[in-house]
């Protein structure tokens, strides 16, 4: 939630430039202040569902809002970055959780891309915990970036792992079915407090046998390092950010919709649904300016079909045809 300036000895606070003897943490406080005023202006809108349970075989894509999914892949339950507090400490989100905890599923495991405050929450972690035990059913268990164990270690989870980029764990059901999570690189920082540099951060992607592979590359700048992801991981499905791009420097750490588009080639998957918008105001743009944004660019560059964006909320039954053994895109 919290994002640096790349430029050194200058800082910008919407859209100015600021003398170079400001520091940092005053002009962060600043454009956090502004964004906490912003984010009560208007009620919150959009309502929960009920999530879907697909059939045997089949995968599920459920965007909860914001970076947060539900994926129900190769037999397992998985959260992803799940936020469903209505404030990170003062800022509001702008739109309501597109699934309530207590409809949750089993989970099996909650993946956290990185320590910041819009993608870690920690007590929305604890009442998904709550949940399930009160469901009767095993705690999950919890995969994170190096240095990020301490977070959630106390807060009910099974067992916690950690990765660094490239690592893999393995979770597995009975004799036959698996799920391989593989940590991967990112251009972002994952910092919960302002000098908290230890902590890892990066994306994930999940594979599981007949499934498709599914990639949620966590908060990122474009950066080459897609391209690599394609070629080592081949993955299906591809969950990009699109929002928090301006100002420019922004783009340091965030991609704008064009970059998420070029991200999505670069990866050489088959489907591209976009996150990271449209929740917490984060960014100077509007907030209905992402989508639009990239649903242009992907008419220009004949990707329109490739992009499913999701409501909060929604399910998306993922057909047998996007598993491919070779990607659409080269």
């Given at each position: 939630?919290?994002h640096?300036?790349?430029e050194?000895?200058l800082?910008?606070?919407?859209?100015?430039?600021?003398?170079?003897?400001v520091?940092?943490w005053?002009?962060?406080l600043?454009?956090l202040?502004?964004l906490?005023?912003?984010s009560?202006a208007n009620p919150?809108q959009?309502a929960?569902q009920?999530p879907?349970?697909?059939?045997e075989?089949?995968?599920?894509?459920?965007?909860?809002?914001h970076?947060?999914?539900?994926?129900?892949?190769g037999?397992?339950?998985v959260?992803?970055?799940p936020?469903?507090a209505?404030?990170l400490?003062?800022?509001r989100?702008?739109?309501?959780?597109?699934?309530l905890?207590r409809?949750l599923?089993?989970?099996?495991?909650?993946l956290?891309?990185?320590?910041h405050?819009d993608h870690l929450?920690?007590?929305?972690?604890?009442?998904i915990?709550?949940?399930?035990?009160?469901?009767k059913?095993?705690?999950?268990?919890a995969?994170?970036?190096?240095?990020?164990?301490?977070?959630v270690?106390?807060?009910?989870?099974?067992?916690?792992?950690?990765?660094r980029w490239?690592?893999?764990t393995?979770l597995?059901?009975?004799e036959?079915n698996?799920l391989t999570?593989t940590?991967t690189?990112?251009?972002?920082?994952?910092a919960r407090?302002?000098?908290d540099?230890h902590r890892?951060?990066g994306?994930?992607a999940?594979?599981a046998?007949?499934?498709p592979t599914?990639?949620?590359?966590?908060?990122?700048a474009?950066f080459?390092g897609?391209?690599?992801i394609?070629?080592?991981?081949?993955?299906?499905?591809?969950?990009?950010?699109?929002?928090?791009?301006f100002?420019?420097?922004?783009?340091a750490?965030?991609?704008?919709?064009?970059e998420a588009?070029?991200?999505?080639?670069?990866?050489?998957?088959?489907?591209m649904?976009p996150m990271?918008?449209?929740?917490f105001?984060?960014g100077?743009e509007?907030m209905?300016?992402?989508?639009?944004?990239?649903?242009?660019?992907a008419?220009r560059a004949?990707?329109?079909?490739?992009?499913?964006p999701?409501?909060?909320?929604?399910?998306?039954?993922?057909?047998?045809?996007?598993?491919a053994t070779?990607?659409?895109?080269?």
């Amino acid at each position: 939630m919290l994002h640096r300036e790349p430029e050194a000895g200058l800082t910008h606070l919407n859209g100015s430039t600021m003398p170079r003897n400001v520091p940092f943490w005053m002009t962060k406080l600043k454009q956090l202040w502004r964004l906490v005023r912003e984010s009560h202006a208007n009620p919150l809108q959009g309502a929960a569902q009920l999530p879907v349970t697909p059939g045997e075989g089949e995968s599920a894509v459920t965007f909860i809002g914001h970076s947060s999914f539900l994926l129900q892949t190769g037999g397992f339950h998985v959260l992803i970055d799940p936020v469903f507090a209505k404030r990170l400490i003062l800022l509001r989100r702008q739109r309501r959780p597109g699934l309530l905890i207590r409809d949750l599923p089993r989970i099996d495991a909650v993946l956290l891309t990185h320590a910041h405050m819009d993608h870690l929450n920690r007590p929305s972690l604890r009442l998904i915990v709550r949940e399930m035990r009160r469901q009767k059913l095993s705690a999950p268990i919890a995969i994170v970036p190096n240095g990020v164990e301490d977070l959630v270690s106390d807060l009910g989870f099974r067992e916690v792992r950690s990765l660094r980029w490239w690592e893999s764990t393995e979770l597995r059901s009975g004799e036959k079915n698996w799920l391989t999570v593989t940590a991967t690189p990112a251009r972002h920082w994952g910092a919960r407090m302002f000098n908290d540099t230890h902590r890892g951060f990066g994306g994930y992607a999940l594979q599981a046998s007949g499934a498709p592979t599914i990639y949620h590359s966590g908060d990122t700048a474009y950066f080459g390092g897609f391209t690599e992801i394609g070629e080592r991981l081949r993955p299906d499905i591809a969950l990009l950010p699109v929002g928090a791009y301006f100002p420019d420097s922004y783009r340091a750490v965030h991609t704008s919709p064009e970059e998420a588009l070029r991200a999505f080639v670069d990866l050489g998957a088959r489907v591209m649904v976009p996150m990271h918008y449209n929740t917490f105001r984060l960014g100077r743009e509007p907030m209905t300016e992402p989508l639009p944004r990239l649903l242009a660019a992907a008419e220009r560059a004949g990707l329109a079909d490739q992009v499913r964006p999701l409501v909060e909320g929604e399910t998306w039954l993922v057909p047998q045809g996007v598993l491919a053994t070779e990607p659409v895109l080269a």
